[in-house]
């Protein structure tokens, strides 16, 4: 059941990235006068997307005290690398972000430590 928890812990951390990103590119770009930039930030913390992804994030802080409260976090934890392999490929797909022989080297590392991390 640990890695279950670990799994939601990933799932909610990478949907919560994504919808922000999303939302943010839909308001634009944060305007420089501060005033306008906190009117830009509120309305983005109203945008019911945004805040379905601080829900997420809760929830996967949730999940994350389950997992830990089973396994060990020095072998938990390299688990959660697999959050930036899935918002790397997710958002080449979805947004058309580049992803370059340096990244995909990056994650062959993250890959490797994941491996080598979550023995013993």
């Known amino acids: ?25 839909n308001a634009g770009t944060m305007p420089e006068p501060p005033l306008q930039k906190m009117r830009f930030l509120a309305l983005l913390f109203l945008n019911p997307w945004v805040i379905s992804a601080l829900v997420a994030a809760l929830l996967a802080s949730v999940a994350w005290m389950a997992a830990i409260s089973k396994v060990q976090l020095s072998h ?33 590392l993250i890959v490797l430590g994941i491996v080598v991390g979550s023995q013993g």
């Open 1 to 25: 059941m640990s890695y279950v928890y670990i799994a939601l812990t990933i799932a909610f951390t990478v949907y919560g990235q994504l919808i922000i990103k999303w939302q943010v590119m």
């Open 76 to 108: 938990a934890y390299p688990f959660m690398s697999a959050a930036f392999i899935l918002v790397l490929v997710l958002s080449g797909v979805i947004f058309q972000e580049p992803i370059t022989v340096p990244k995909m080297l990056g994650l062959g």
